[in-house]
């Protein structure tokens, strides 16, 4: 399947972890969106004339030949940390603005732990919530490890048995996974697909215009240091797949 040509207009898709009200981190600075920051990214999309699309609408401007908008984003915050709740979600529905958030199936209402000190997750009632008020989720595999240093079987479970588990939590269908830590191999990409999921996001960073195929969806991720400057040029310029 292949990508819209290159001399379309760029489509970045956004990638936010923690977004909320977090004083400088000493590390991992991409993992972390100030609210205020967050709402002055949306304001300005706004102002700009952004369209903010959905997976759905991404995927389909990009593999099935609908027009692509001269300016979109797609907005997806991974783990599903209760702070979205709280700042994102409130932020998101006063701009009109959706999102996709990937969920680790078997740690819902639970404490993240692939690393120390992580805020709690959201419970499966407020998914249930958000999702009909119009949020959209996605699996981030069911536990949060690296599939690409699992046993074949072990991949399987995490690919499909999340799949299974949040189509269950949410009665609808869940067509998009993202890899945890961006940690993929063939055989993983593979499964996504034959699991039926419509795409898998990488954390490779690019324009989604130069994915090599939906099962390798390049990102951009918005860190704690992207002044509304840094934002603006991360989501005007057509980026190459690196990496
Ligand atoms: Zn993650």
């Known amino acids: 399947m292949n990508v819209r040509p290159p001399e379309s207009p760029p489509l970045s898709i956004l990638m936010y972890h923690q977004i909320g009200r977090y004083p400088r981190p000493d590390a991992h600075r991409a993992l972390f969106?100030?609210?205020?920051?967050?709402?002055?990214q949306l304001r300005y999309l706004k102002l700009a004339g952004f369209k903010v699309l959905s997976l759905a609408e991404a995927y389909r401007c990009l593999f099935q030949g609908e027009p692509l908008p001269k300016r979109s984003v797609v907005i997806t915050v991974d783990d599903g940390f209760d702070d979205f709740?709280?700042?994102?979600?409130?932020?998101?529905?006063?701009?009109?603005?959706?999102?996709?958030?990937?969920?680790?199936?078997?740690?819902?209402?639970?404490?993240?732990?692939?690393?120390?000190?992580?805020?709690?997750?959201?419970?499966?009632?407020?998914?249930?919530?958000?999702?009909?008020?119009?949020?959209?989720?996605?699996?981030?595999?069911?536990?949060?490890?690296?599939?690409?240093?699992?046993?074949?079987?072990?991949?399987?479970?995490?690919?499909?048995?999340?799949?299974?588990?949040?189509e269950d939590l949410l009665g609808a269908e869940v067509p998009d996974f993202c890899y945890p830590y961006g940690d993929y191999d063939q055989r993983a990409r593979d499964l996504v697909e034959e699991a039926g999921y419509r795409t898998g996001l990488t954390c490779i960073r690019g324009s989604a215009n130069t994915s090599h195929n939906p099962f390798e969806l390049t990102r951009k991720a918005i860190s704690y240091g992207d002044n509304l400057i840094g934002f603006m040029w991360k989501v005007h310029m057509k980026h190459e797949r690196k990496g």
Not at 142 to 147: A, E, G, P, V
């Open 33 to 40: 969106c100030h609210i205020d920051r967050f709402r002055g």
């Open 85 to 166: 709740r709280e700042f994102a979600w409130p932020a998101l529905k006063e701009y009109d603005c959706t999102a996709t958030v990937f969920l680790v199936s078997t740690l819902v209402g639970k404490s993240a732990d692939w690393l120390p000190a992580l805020p709690p997750l959201m419970d499966a009632a407020t998914i249930r919530q958000l999702h009909s008020e119009g949020a959209h989720f996605g699996s981030h595999a069911m536990t949060h490890q690296r599939l690409s240093k699992l046993s074949p079987e072990a991949q399987r479970n995490e690919i499909f048995g999340s799949k299974a588990a949040l």
